[in-house]
C-alpha cells in the first residue's frame, strides 16, 4: 500500500540551533501518528515544516496526491502547496484564535474554506456550515455569532469544523486540546476520535499530553532535542518504553 | 502660477506615476505601487487621484471634478481651481465636453466615449482588507488568485442582513483574473465599470497604489448564484427631471423633513431639464 505521506529526513535549523533533525516516518491512510516530547523537543517545529508553514533546510514531504500519486510537497509550486492546504490538508492551531477569523461568523468561518475552492450558493454553503455546526456540537442558533462570544471549547470545535468541511484526508494538529479545562478536554477528544473513525481521517496530532496520544494514536513518535528517540505503536511505546527518556516521560505522567 | 511646473507635479514625477498608469493598463486590475508625493492638499481630498490627473494633463485639456456626482461642493471646487491654477487648463462641468475627468465617488451618467479618461480618487484600494489585514498575505492573495475570503465578506453580508448589503465599494473581477476594489461609488455604477470606452484610471495617495482599466474591460460584480448582483437604486424617478434610470440623492426639503430624490449627478440633471423633462417637484410641473 501507498502510504499517504512518507515523511523523510525532515531537518530545520534556527541558526545553529537544532529545530529537529533528520525525522522520518511513513502515514498510512486511516492513521494516526502521535508526536509527544517536552517542550521545545521540536514537535510543532516538525509539524510547521511538514505542513508547508516551515521551509525545511532538507528532507521531503511526499503526499499521495488525489490526481498525481506521490510528490514531493516541499518541492511543488506553492500555488498547488497552497490549493492542498485548503483542501485535502487541514490545520489545527493550538489556540484557536489562530485558525479562526474571529472577526467573522460561525458560519462564515465554516463556509470560507467552501468558498475558497469556488462554491458560489449561498444557501448550499450555509446549510454545509450548519450540518457541520452539529457534527461538532455547536447548537445550529449559533451560526451567525461571532467566534469572541464563544466559550475556548466551542472555539477549538469551530476551528475542527471548519477545517474539516472539504474533507481533508489529513490533519495536522498542534496541541489541539492544549489550554482547555480538563473537562472540556475530554469532551473534545470524544469528539475528534468520533470524526477521525467517521471519516477515516488519517492525522498527526502534537501533544505533552499522553492521554491524547493513548486515546487518538495508533502510533506514536517521542522527541528529544530535535532527535526521533524512540517510535512504535502507542500502546508498545507507553506500556514499555525502550529508550530511557521515554521511560522518564511515561513515569512522570504515572506519577501526577 | 509661473512658480510651479506644469500641473505642479515635476516632470520626473509624472514620469514615474505615467510608468505605474501604464503598468496597471497593462494589467488591469492590478494594485501597482507608486512613490505617492506630499500634495498641497490633505489626505482624504483626493491626492491619489490629484496626481494622476496631474500625470496624465496636457495643456489642450479640458479638465471636469466630480464630487459624489456633484461640480459644486467645496472639495471638486478646490480641485479644480488647483488645476486652473498650476496647469493653466480649460474646465468644464459637461461630462461630454471633458477630456480629463477626476471623480469622487460617482461615475457619469452619461456614456463616456473613447479619448476620455475618468480618474478615481480612492481611500482604501485593498479590496481584502477588510477580512485581512496582513498585506504580505493579500498581495499573496491576489498573486494566486485565492480569492474565496472576498466571497466570506459577501456571506456575512447576507448572513446580517438576508441580503447583500454593501452598496459602495462593491467588489468587482476584472477580465477573470484580479479582484478590484471600485473605489466608493454606488453599486449602482458597477456595471458602467465593464465594457467603458473611455480610460479608467485609479489613484490612493496615502496607500500609495495605481491600477487601471483599460477601455473595453470586462468587469464582474462578485455575487452568489442564489443572491446576485443588483444596481439597486432607491426607486424612484428624480423629483426635478424625471429621470428613471439615474442614481439618486435623497434631499431634504423643509423643516418639517419633507424629503425629495433628485439626480446625484448634476449635469446630467440639469441637461435633461434644459431638454424639457421635467419631474415632480419642478417648478415648471407644479406650475
Ligand atoms: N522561530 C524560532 N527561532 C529560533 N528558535 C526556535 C524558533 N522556534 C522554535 N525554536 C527552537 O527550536 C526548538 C524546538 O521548538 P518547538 O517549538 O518546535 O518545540 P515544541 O516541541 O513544539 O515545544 P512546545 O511543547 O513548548 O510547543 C526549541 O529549542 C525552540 O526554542
Ligand atoms: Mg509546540
Given at each position: 500500500?501507498t ?13 545553529q540551533?537544532i ?5 522520518g516516518f ?5 492513521e494516526?501518528m502521535?508526536?509527544v516530547?517536552e517542550s521545545?523537543?521540536?514537535k510543532s ?6 505542513a ?8 521531503a514531504?511526499v ?10 510537497t516541499v518541492?511543488?509550486s ?5 490549493m492542498?492546504?485548503r483542501t485535502d ?10 485558525g479562526?477569523?474571529m472577526?467573522?461568523?460561525a458560519?462564515?468561518?465554516v ?7 469556488g ?17 461538532v456540537?455547536i447548537d ?8 469572541t ?8 470545535r469551530l ?11 489529513l490533519?495536522f ?6 489550554g482547555l ?13 468520533g470524526?477521525?473513525?467517521?471519516m ?10 499522553l ?5 487518538l ?6 522527541m ?18 525502550q529508550?530511557?527518556?521515554?521511560q ?7 506519577q501526577? | 502660477?509661473?512658480?510651479?511646473n506644469?500641473a505642479?507635479?515635476d516632470?520626473?514625477t ?12 497593462a494589467?488591469p ?10 500634495m498641497?492638499m490633505?489626505?482624504g ?10 500625470a496624465v ?11 459624489q456626482?456633484?461640480d459644486?461642493?467645496?472639495n471638486a471646487?478646490?480641485?479644480?481651481t488647483f ?7 480649460a474646465?468644464?462641468?459637461?461630462t461630454s ?29 485593498e479590496?481584502?482588507r477588510?477580512?485581512?489585514?496582513r ?15 472576498m466571497h ?7 448572513s ?10 462593491y ?9 478590484m476594489?471600485p473605489?466608493?461609488i454606488p453599486?449602482f455604477?458597477n456595471p ?5 470606452a473611455a ?8 496607500e500609495?497604489?495605481?491600477y ?5 474591460t470586462q468587469v464582474?460584480s462578485l455575487?452568489?448564484?442564489d ?10 424617478p ?22 425629495m ?10 441637461a435633461?431639464?434644459v ?6 417637484m ?6
Amino acid at each position: 500500500m501507498t502510504p499517504l505521506l512518507s515523511v523523510q529526513g525532515i531537518t530545520k535549523f534556527y541558526g545553529q540551533h537544532i529545530g529537529c533533525k533528520d525525522v522520518g516516518f511513513d502515514l498510512y491512510p486511516g492513521e494516526v501518528m502521535g508526536i509527544v516530547g517536552e517542550s521545545g523537543s521540536g514537535k510543532s517545529t516538525l509539524l510547521n515544516c511538514m505542513a508547508g508553514h516551515l521551509t525545511s533546510d532538507a528532507g521531503a514531504v511526499v503526499f499521495d496526491t488525489r490526481t498525481d500519486g506521490p510528490r514531493d510537497t516541499v518541492t511543488m509550486s506553492e500555488p498547488e502547496r497552497r490549493m492542498l492546504s485548503r483542501t485535502d490538508w487541514a490545520f489545527v492551531h493550538q489556540h484557536a484564535r489562530d485558525g479562526l477569523r474571529m472577526g467573522v461568523s460561525a458560519g462564515g468561518n465554516v463556509g470560507e474554506r467552501l468558498m475558497a475552492v469556488g462554491e458560489r450558493h449561498y444557501g448550499d454553503i450555509r446549510a454545509k456550515a450548519t450540518d457541520w455546526l452539529g457534527r461538532v456540537e455547536i447548537d445550529a442558533t449559533r451560526v451567525d455569532d461571532r467566534p469572541t462570544t464563544f466559550s475556548g471549547g466551542m472555539q477549538q470545535r469551530l476551528q475542527i469544523a471548519r477545517n474539516l468541511v472539504t474533507g481533508p484526508r489529513l490533519v495536522f494538529m498542534d496541541e489541539p486540546t492544549g489550554g482547555l479545562d480538563v473537562s472540556v478536554q475530554a469532551r473534545l477528544l470524544d469528539l475528534l476520535r468520533g470524526l477521525v473513525r467517521d471519516m477515516g481521517l488519517s492525522a498527526i496530532i502534537v501533544t505533552h499530553d499522553l492521554a491524547v496520544v493513548r486515546l487518538l494514536a495508533d502510533r506514536l513518535m517521542v522527541m528529544k532535542d530535535g532527535h526521533v528517540v524512540e517510535a512504535g505503536l502507542t500502546d508498545q511505546v507507553l506500556d514499555d518504553p525502550q529508550h530511557a527518556y521515554s521511560q522518564l516521560l511515561v513515569s512522570s505522567v504515572l506519577q501526577v | 502660477m509661473s512658480d510651479y511646473n506644469f500641473a505642479y507635479l515635476d516632470e520626473q514625477t509624472k514620469r514615474m506615476i505615467r510608468r505605474a498608469i501604464l503598468k496597471g493598463l497593462a494589467i488591469p486590475g492590478y494594485q501597482v505601487p507608486f512613490a505617492s508625493r506630499e500634495m498641497p492638499m490633505p489626505y482624504g481630498w483626493g491626492t491619489g487621484g490629484v496626481q494622476v490627473s496631474a500625470a496624465v494633463m496636457t495643456p489642450q485639456d479640458r479638465f471636469k471634478v466630480i464630487d459624489q456626482g456633484a461640480d459644486d461642493t467645496t472639495n471638486a471646487v478646490s480641485i479644480r481651481t488647483f488645476f486652473e491654477r498650476t496647469a493653466g487648463v480649460a474646465t468644464t462641468t459637461k461630462t461630454s465636453e471633458a477630456s480629463v475627468i477626476q471623480t469622487r465617488h460617482r461615475i457619469p451618467e452619461e456614456p463616456l466615449s473613447e479619448g476620455q479618461i475618468l480618474v478615481y480618487q480612492v481611500p482604501i484600494p485593498e479590496p481584502l482588507r477588510f477580512l485581512e489585514p496582513r498585506e504580505s498575505e493579500t498581495r499573496k492573495m491576489h498573486s494566486l488568485a485565492e480569492y474565496g475570503l472576498m466571497h466570506v465578506k459577501l456571506y456575512e453580508d447576507i448572513s446580517r442582513h438576508g441580503h447583500i448589503a454593501t452598496s459602495y465599494d462593491y467588489p468587482v473581477k476584472v477580465e477573470g483574473r484580479y479582484v478590484m476594489d471600485p473605489s466608493p461609488i454606488p453599486k449602482f455604477d458597477n456595471p458602467k465599470l465593464g465594457d467603458m470606452a473611455a480610460i479608467q484610471l485609479f489613484g490612493a495617495g496615502r496607500e500609495q497604489r495605481i491600477y487601471a482599466l483599460p477601455p473595453y474591460t470586462q468587469v464582474v460584480s462578485l455575487d452568489f448564484e442564489d443572491h446576485p448582483f443588483e444596481a439597486s437604486k432607491p426607486d424612484h424617478p428624480c423629483a426635478m427631471c424625471g429621470a428613471e434610470n439615474s442614481y439618486l440623492d435623497e434631499v431634504i426639503t423643509d423643516d418639517a423633513g419633507r424629503r425629495m430624490f433628485v439626480c446625484s449627478d448634476t449635469d446630467f440633471c440639469e441637461a435633461r431639464q434644459v431638454a424639457g423633462h421635467t419631474g415632480t417637484m419642478n417648478g415648471k410641473d407644479a406650475a
